[in-house]
């Protein structure tokens, strides 16, 4: 590697040494109480997939340019140059790594495996050695974002083509079409809400379908929810998608931003909007919302098979999110059973972090690591596997397939949608 | 020899204490000058009130209980057997009333605390010759144990070894006038250095030293960051 593009990386590494950061690269005494917490060792036990290894790579990196002990005796603590092949490890480490979290709470001192593999995506993006589908799905997603006045034409057309859809699932009244309401409102300034879909009809129909039951005065936003800048770890490109929206938003004066079923969407926006006029929500506390104000009324009926939710890592452990689906389950009449006795030690799906967006590439690795994630589901004998998260709905469906498992992958929203009662 | 004996438990001491404490506050200082991280990095559901959980999960160890409770056995004996030590080492100054408040004799322990400490390090340490943690481990790992492990070990057995005399060499009264000394930076090596076990306190101070010095530079930093953490990940 050249001198000069290791000197930039080391600065890249430097731009990230916050004081979270600086304490979880200090503090680690690779006592390994974290080793079985997380799924990809737990579904093939190789030292490389334990979280304190993986952090190891970049620790090893930290000592070497940052520590007196790492210039004085590298030995001591193993510290690493920065060269081609710690670049390979800091691939396998990142991309093996889902940032799930949930090796964060076996740790003693909570030490974030997630934020130390950020600084690994950053070294490759640096390196040029990034997941090249990554980069290209973000580009994407921001060029898309900066032409969407040519866009927005075609893109309420599309709109248009649904709105019979989102009527079967919810008939309007006479009077609400004559007022000039539309199944998929879009553009409405002063509306309350604005909900964030992604690109495809299955995250705007039923849930344009519900708002309308509801009588929610909502809007749709022009932006897809989905953020591949935090895929990617691309703290620039993270920002510049998440911008657009809040900008949005702003500019509605809505009082809500209400996130689709994606679970890295729904972190970013709630966790990085920093202080705004307008409250962050996932559309499952908001249809919990609903239920719970009579505003929704739900056929119970509907749901006679044995259920099970999945709580996607980055809208429950990470976000929060935890009583809301139960409760919208519940209300569904669902037989339901619960994956993990205590929701924060749910086992990731394994395709988050970018993973089931890499898509083939990353197919087999995923399916070997989420070993854990099928047996956990089997052994609750559900027969829908509900979730809130379309990364995670991805992966389950992959998962289901691969084990041969007697279970459907629903999403939770459409769960609600289809109980809609008139 | 008496100059050997003169290097370890005076310049070295010295330039122990020295290291460890410009080195740690050195280094807590370059923590806390770091930038804010913008937002949380909490895990929920959250307990409230977080800094009562935040004491929880730093003094009690919780998380190490719940999945590995064999190893937070020894953790827990380990870090209140240190703690004892430490309260130990410094009545060994001077009397204390506050750490009479559970009246009980000087030195605290008789050498069984010394003991009951180098079994867990003997498991801290065999525990990192088996895989996984042996993956993980970097040599700083080893040292650090084996340093703890010569200190204390020849630390807690002064005692014993003073009962081959009729227990009248080196008591509790020569330590004091020894520690006084260099506290008052007139150093006096006079009480310590009689024939007999004083080698033992001297391999204990050079190993005791050893590790004072490598504090700064190492993991176990940890005793003064597992409290912020726990914070950052209660909210
Ligand atoms: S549990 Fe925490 S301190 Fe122990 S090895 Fe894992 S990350 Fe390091
Ligand atoms: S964040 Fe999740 S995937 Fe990454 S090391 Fe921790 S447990 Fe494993």
Redesign the pocket.
């Known amino acids: 590697m050249e001198e000069k593009l290791r000197e930039e990386l080391i600065k890249l590494f430097e731009s990230k040494l916050s004081k979270p950061m600086q304490m979880y690269l200090e ?8 080793t079985p917490a997380c799924h990809a060792y737990a579904s093939m036990p190789q030292a490389k997939y334990t ?2 290894y993986r ?1 190891e790579v970049v620790r090893r990196i930290f000592k070497k340019y940052f520590k007196l002990q790492g210039k004085i005796a590298p030995a001591l603590g193993a510290a690493k140059v920065l060269d081609e092949n710690t670049l390979d490890e800091l691939y396998e480490a990142a991309y093996s790594c889902t940032g799930c979290r949930r ?1 964060m709470v ?4 909570g ?1 974030d495996t997630q934020q130390i593999m950020s600084i690994a995506k950053l070294l490759l993006i640096g390196a040029n050695a990034e997941p090249e589908l990554l980069t290209m799905l973000a580009d994407v997603s921001v060029s898309k974002g900066e032409g969407i006045e040519d866009m927005k034409e075609s893109f309420m057309q599309g709109l248009k083509r649904l709105e019979d859809q989102v009527l079967e699932k919810w008939k309007m009244e006479a009077g609400e079409m004559e007022a000039g309401e539309t199944p998929i409102p879009i553009d409405v300034e002063g509306a309350d809400l604005l909900y964030v879909a992604l690109a495809g009809a299955h995250s705007i129909i039923p849930a344009a379908a519900v708002f309308n039951a509801a009588g929610e005065k909502w809007t749709l936003s022009f932006f897809e929810a989905v953020n591949f800048g935090a895929f990617v770890g691309d703290p620039t490109k993270t920002k510049l998608i998440l911008d657009r929206i809040v900008n949005e938003a702003n500019r509605l004066k809505v009082k809500e931003v209400c996130i689709c079923e994606c679970g890295t969407a729904f972190r970013v926006m709630k966790q990085m909007s920093g202080s705004q006029p307008f409250e962050v929500s996932s559309i499952t506390d908001v249809h919990a919302k609903y239920i719970r104000e009579g505003k929704i009324k739900l056929d119970k009926s509907k749901l006679n098979l044995p259920v099970t939710y999945h709580d996607p890592c980055q809208i429950a452990r990470n976000g929060g999110v935890i009583d809301a689906p139960r409760y919208v389950l519940q209300q569904l009449g669902a037989d339901y059973r619960e994956l993990s006795a205590d929701p924060k030690y749910n086992w990731c799906c394994g395709g988050g972090g970018g993973l089931v967006a890499m898509g083939d590439e990353t197919h087999d690795f995923r399916m070997k690591s989420a070993k854990v994630k099928a047996d956990q589901v089997q052994q609750t004998e559900a027969k829908i596997l509900a979730t809130a998260c379309e990364n995670c709905h991805a992966q389950l469906s992959d998962i289901s397939k691969h084990y041969n498992m007697d279970v459907e992958v629903k999403y939770l929203s459409s769960m609600v949608a289809d109980a809609l009662i008139q | 020899m008496d100059t050997i004996y003169y290097l370890v438990l005076v310049p070295m001491i010295y330039l122990a204490f020295f290291v460890f404490s410009v080195g740690t506050i050195i280094r807590l200082i370059n923590i806390w000058r770091k930038p804010k991280f913008p937002t949380t990095l909490q895990i929920y559901p959250e307990k409230k009130p977080s800094w009562l959980w935040t004491l929880f999960d730093t003094f009690l160890l919780n998380s190490a209980r719940r999945h590995n409770p064999v190893l937070w056995f020894f953790l827990m004996v380990f870090h209140f057997c240190f703690l004892l030590l430490i309260i130990g080492h410094l009545e060994l100054i001077k009397d204390f009333r506050i750490l009479q408040i559970i009246e009980h004799e000087i030195f605290l322990g008789k050498g069984f605390i010394g003991l009951i400490l180098s079994i867990s390090l003997i498991f801290f340490l065999f525990r990192r010759f088996v895989s996984p943690t042996k993956d ?1 481990s970097v040599p700083e790992d080893y040292y650090l144990l084996i340093l703890l492990f010569l200190a204390v070990i020849f630390g807690s057995e002064m005692d014993w070894a003073r009962t081959l005399y009729g227990y009248e060499e080196m008591g509790v009264e020569d330590y004091r006038g020894y520690l006084m000394s260099l506290f008052l930076l007139k150093p006096d090596i006079s009480f310590v250095d009689a024939p007999g076990h004083s080698f033992m306190l001297v391999l204990h101070v050079f190993f005791a030293n050893l590790f004072l010095m490598f504090f700064p530079f190492s993991k176990i930093i940890h005793s003064f960051l597992s409290l912020p953490l726990n914070k950052l990940r209660r909210g």
Do not use: E, K, Q, V
């Not at chain 1, 503090?27 to 974290?34: K, L, Q």
């Not at chain 1, 076996?106 to 001192?109: A, E, K, S, T, V």
């Open positions: 503090t680690c005494s690779r006592c390994g109480i974290c979280p304190a952090a090796c076996y740790c003693p001192f030490i | 993980l």
